[in-house]
């Protein structure tokens, strides 16, 4: 199934959000130590330039974009399916509470703990929410400062072309030296959210560097420690952090 065939505007966020981040599981938990070490790194002796941020995909899911927060003057939650763009809307005045244990989360490194904000005045003053397809992303400005992107370029197609030009549509879209944190189900088979079932591409380790590797120089790629199993159909979780390099890479075609 091409993404363009998936059901997104059947997609249900509340049914998502109830699924995955009513709870902190172990394996976003995981996920959020190593982007507070990567961004809290990268940020900690940042200069005055302004910082835009994007975060590509961005669903129900609100803490990649409370990972960037503090750093950021401007954040874009990039989303193609209608319910999860307006679901993101009605979270940027004061998001809701289930969301404070993965601040929380963030807030256990130093980078994150020492600032002093309030989390909610600081995402309701730099978050938007745009919508739009990923491979588009061209369109919608950029380049941006810093960027995530998860569950998303091999979470709405079957094709693995698709996969690898989500993958560099992403990446192009982020400014030469921009830290970012990609993450991905492997070897997923597909998933329902509430009664509707969504397509995957079946991507593994060397599938995830493959696809980054035109477009950075000092990458890591990870398969999570954590295997709860958040659902059925998939092997592990992938993780990819590293910095934006070689801005001529070209990007594939579909």
């Not at 990039?78 to 979270?91: D, G, T, W």
């Not at 244990?101 to 963030?106: E, H, Q, R």
């Not at 921009?178 to 593994?204: I, K, N």
Request: hydrophobic residues 40%; aromatic residues 14%.
């Amino acid at each position: 199934m091409k993404n363009a065939d998936a059901p997104w505007s059947s997609f249900d966020p509340i049914a998502y959000v109830d699924h995955n981040y009513r709870v902190l599981q172990a394996e976003d938990a995981e996920i959020l130590n190593i982007v507070r070490d990567h961004f809290g790194g990268h940020f900690r002796n940042r200069g005055f330039e302004p910082v835009y941020g994007i975060d590509v995909g961005a669903g129900a899911n609100l803490y990649p974009a409370l990972s960037m927060m503090p750093w950021c003057d401007e954040i874009t939650l990039f989303e193609h399916a209608s319910a999860n763009v307006e679901y993101l809307r009605s979270q940027v005045d004061s998001y809701a509470d289930y969301w404070d244990k993965f601040w929380d989360a963030l807030r256990a490194h130093q980078a994150y703990n020492s600032l002093d904000l309030d989390p909610r005045e600081r995402f309701r003053k730099v978050v938007k929410v745009e919508r739009g397809n990923i491979f588009e992303l061209a369109a919608f400005g950029g380049p941006w400062s810093v960027g995530t992107m998860f569950f998303v370029a091999e979470s709405m197609t079957t094709s693995h072309q698709e996969f690898d030009l989500g993958v560099a549509c992403f990446m192009r879209a982020l400014a030469p030296g921009a830290p970012f944190v990609a993450a991905f189900m492997e070897h997923s088979q597909g998933y329902h959210v509430g009664e509707e079932f969504f397509p995957a591409c079946d991507v593994g380790e060397s599938e995830v560097r493959a696809s980054l590797e035109p477009f950075v120089g000092d990458f890591k790629v990870e398969r999570l420690k954590s295997a709860a199993g958040v659902r059925d159909g998939y092997s592990g979780m992938i993780l990819a952090y590293g910095w934006r390099q070689n801005p001529d890479a070209d990007i594939p075609t579909a």
